[in-house]
C-alpha cells in the first residue's frame, strides 16, 4: 500500500507566504541586520516545514530531533501566530495572516486525512464555516473599545476556553469496555 501523493510545491509555497506575512517584512529606509535575518529565516523555515505529513500518528522515535520532524507542521503553524503575536500588523496584514494560516490548516489536514479529508475539503460547508469564525474572531480582536474593564476579563475567559478545548481534543481517551449483557431474569436492584 503506498501513501497517497501530496501536493508538496503548492503547500510549500503557502507556507512560505504564510511565514513572511507573519513576520511583518516592512522595508524601511535603511533596514537593520534583524530586519533582514527574520524574513530569511522564517522563509527557510517554512521551506523545511510546511510540506504536509502523511505519515501520522505512528511513533517512530522518542528523540526530539524526530518528534520535531514528525509534528513539524503544527510547530509550522504555532510558530507563525507566535511570530505575528509579537507585532502589532495592520488590520489588512492580520487578514491577509488569518487567511493564509486558515488555507495552510484546511489543507495540510485534507492531505494528511487522505481521501476523506479531500472530501470534506471539497463540502463548501466545512471551509466557508471556518473562514466564517475567524473573521468573527478576527472581527472581534480589531474592534474598537473603549478601554472598559470587562475587556481583559473577557479576553481571559476566552483564552481558558480555547485552552481547554484543546486540551480536551488532544487528551489520550482510553476505549471504553462495552458493558457485559444482562440476563433477562436479572432485576436492575440486584
Given at each position: 500500500m503506498s501513501l497517497p501523493q501530496v501536493p508538496v510545491w503548492p503547500v510549500r509555497g503557502l507556507g512560505v507566504a504564510l511565514a513572511l506575512a507573519a513576520c511583518d517584512p516592512a522595508v524601511t529606509s535603511s533596514p537593520s541586520m534583524g530586519d533582514v535575518l527574520t524574513p530569511l529565516a522564517a522563509v527557510v523555515l517554512a521551506w523545511w516545514a510546511a510540506p504536509p505529513l502523511v505519515r501520522r500518528p505512528v511513533q517512530y522515535s522518542a528523540r526530539k530531533a524526530a518528534l520535531l520532524s514528525q509534528h513539524r507542521n503544527t510547530v509550522f503553524a504555532v510558530g507563525c501566530v507566535v511570530l505575528a503575536a509579537f507585532s502589532t500588523p495592520p488590520v489588512w496584514l492580520a487578514s491577509c495572516v488569518?487567511?493564509?494560516?486558515?488555507?495552510?490548516?484546511?489543507?495540510?489536514?485534507?492531505?494528511?486525512?487522505?481521501?476523506?479529508?479531500?472530501?470534506?475539503?471539497?463540502?463548501?460547508?466545512?471551509?466557508?464555516?471556518?473562514?466564517?469564525?475567524?473573521?468573527?474572531?478576527?472581527?472581534?480582536?480589531?474592534?474598537?473599545?473603549?478601554?472598559s474593564a470587562w475587556g481583559p476579563a473577557v479576553a481571559a475567559v476566552a483564552?481558558?476556553?480555547?485552552?481547554?478545548?484543546?486540551?480536551?481534543?488532544?487528551?489520550?481517551?482510553?476505549?471504553?469496555?462495552?458493558?457485559?449483557?444482562?440476563?433477562?431474569?436479572?432485576s436492575p436492584t440486584e
Amino acid at each position: 500500500m503506498s501513501l497517497p501523493q501530496v501536493p508538496v510545491w503548492p503547500v510549500r509555497g503557502l507556507g512560505v507566504a504564510l511565514a513572511l506575512a507573519a513576520c511583518d517584512p516592512a522595508v524601511t529606509s535603511s533596514p537593520s541586520m534583524g530586519d533582514v535575518l527574520t524574513p530569511l529565516a522564517a522563509v527557510v523555515l517554512a521551506w523545511w516545514a510546511a510540506p504536509p505529513l502523511v505519515r501520522r500518528p505512528v511513533q517512530y522515535s522518542a528523540r526530539k530531533a524526530a518528534l520535531l520532524s514528525q509534528h513539524r507542521n503544527t510547530v509550522f503553524a504555532v510558530g507563525c501566530v507566535v511570530l505575528a503575536a509579537f507585532s502589532t500588523p495592520p488590520v489588512w496584514l492580520a487578514s491577509c495572516v488569518t487567511a493564509l494560516l486558515l488555507t495552510y490548516l484546511l489543507i495540510v489536514d485534507a492531505c494528511a486525512a487522505g481521501p476523506a479529508g479531500i472530501r470534506q475539503l471539497r463540502s463548501r460547508h466545512i471551509p466557508l464555516t471556518a473562514y466564517g469564525a475567524s473573521g468573527l474572531v478576527l472581527f472581534a480582536a480589531f474592534a474598537p473599545s473603549d478601554g472598559s474593564a470587562w475587556g481583559p476579563a473577557v479576553a481571559a475567559v476566552a483564552v481558558c476556553a480555547t485552552a481547554y478545548a484543546v486540551g480536551t481534543a488532544l487528551w489520550p481517551r482510553r476505549p471504553r469496555t462495552p458493558a457485559a449483557p444482562r440476563s433477562r431474569d436479572e432485576s436492575p436492584t440486584e
